[in-house]
């Protein structure tokens, strides 16, 4: 959402196991905490766009070094569960 206006369906996609209920709950809580907000267009079918507000905008550098974080330790976060699923096998 750093980049564009995304519909639910987009969002929906782009987190991997997330339920329709859970993602709707979710939104709804960003939105209340003023870091989201959304535009309905009153359209059949119903069209809902998700953007990020000012306040939202201001966590980017935050959310950025996350993603950077969790770029970098990927392959250790995956070792350390491999380690544990061998471990769990062995018993």
């Given at each position: ?49 998700y953007?990020l ?14 993603e950077?974080?969790?770029?970098t ?15 769990a096998?062995?018993?």
């Amino acid at each position: 959402m750093l980049d564009s206006r995304k519909r639910f369906g987009q969002l929906l996609r782009s987190i991997p196991n997330v339920s329709k209920k859970m993602l709707a709950q979710h939104l709804k809580e960003l939105q209340a905490d003023g870091l989201i907000s959304r535009r309905s267009y009153g359209t059949i079918p119903p069209r809902v766009d998700y953007f990020l507000t000012d306040k939202g905008r201001s966590l980017e550098p935050v959310l950025l070094a996350l993603e950077n974080w969790g770029l970098t330790n990927l392959q250790r976060v995956h070792c350390i569960e491999d380690m544990m699923v061998y471990a769990a096998h062995q018993k």
